[in-house]
């Protein structure tokens, strides 16, 4: 059949095409997804002259930069600055006073799907912002793991640039002037303290990640919901893992951690819920 009139689509190819994606990604598309396919890789198949998927799946197995193009393409990268906002409210009046108080010399926390850098950002800010109502029970040091599937999106993320739109999703003018730069063209940088805070790193949530040590605090927000149930549980599974004992977990609103009761305890934090390891 054809989408759009302009890349045709072969009820086998497309199942080809979501076991594919699944396989590299871990992204389950449904089957009715031909039009999300269409738009995001419609450009993609014009610059590289192909006009249906078979083409590009016969394609993408020799040409690793077109594979690269496809994932960073199927990959949803929509976030915004201090996204459900009770996330980082969590952060600065629960989790970092308790920190403090177990006088951790060190603190590490982790933005899973980190996307163009919105998260870990929003965090590092949090941490200045603690620091400054309370200066005599400091964070002395934060590192940010901040990962991602694709690397056109991270490549954006350790840029650290934003139009003046994207900054107004989600960022409030104050916070805008006091960790922001703006530059020549008209966009804003985030500030270097905010900037050294954090790590990026290229990496699929279906790969290991025990090299990367243990965490106190792991977001894993609004990510899970592309992965089927499986695929979902093991990732939660070895995210336990990597968190320290008595570490916490953050995933999105409406997000849940079903059937894991064993390794998460659900912390209410009125608003917003956290989940304690066990």
Not at 28 to 50: C, F, H, P, T, W
Not at 62 to 87: C, G
């Amino acid at each position: 059949m054809s989408i759009s009139g302009s890349i045709r689509f072969e009820k086998n190819d497309f199942d080809q095409f979501r076991a594919f994606l699944e396989g590299e990604s871990g992204i389950v598309l449904g089957d009715n997804k031909q039009y999300l396919v269409a738009s995001r890789l419609r450009k993609i198949m014009q610059e590289a002259d192909l006009h249906d998927l078979k083409d590009l799946l016969s394609k993408i197995r020799m040409n690793t930069r077109l594979k690269e193009s496809v994932i960073d393409a199927m990959t949803t990268n929509e976030t915004l600055w201090f996204r459900d906002k009770h996330p980082y409210r969590i952060l600065k009046e629960i989790l970092f006073p308790e920190l403090v108080a177990q006088r951790k010399t060190s603190v590490k926390i982790w933005s899973a799907a980190c996307s163009s850098g919105q998260e870990p950002y929003s965090m590092s800010m949090m941490v200045e912002e603690y620091n400054r109502a309370n200066p005599s029970k400091r964070l002395s040091q934060v590192q940010i793991l901040a990962t991602d599937l694709s690397s056109e999106i991270l490549a954006m993320a350790k840029k650290g640039s934003y139009e003046k739109l994207a900054l107004a999703r989600g960022l409030d003018a104050d916070l805008q002037r006091r960790y922001f730069t703006e530059n020549t063209d008209g966009s804003w940088s985030v500030n270097r303290d905010i900037k050294s805070r954090v790590d990026f790193r290229s990496l699929n949530l279906l790969q290991s990640y025990a090299s990367f040590g243990k965490f106190d605090i792991i977001f894993c927000r609004n990510v899970l919901i592309y992965f089927s149930a499986e695929q979902k549980k093991d990732i939660l599974t070895r995210l336990s893992r990597c968190l320290n004992p008595g570490g916490y977990l953050v995933i999105g609103a409406t997000e849940s951690l079903t059937g894991l009761n064993d390794i998460y305890e659900m912390i209410q934090c009125r608003p917003g819920l956290i989940y304690k390891v066990k």
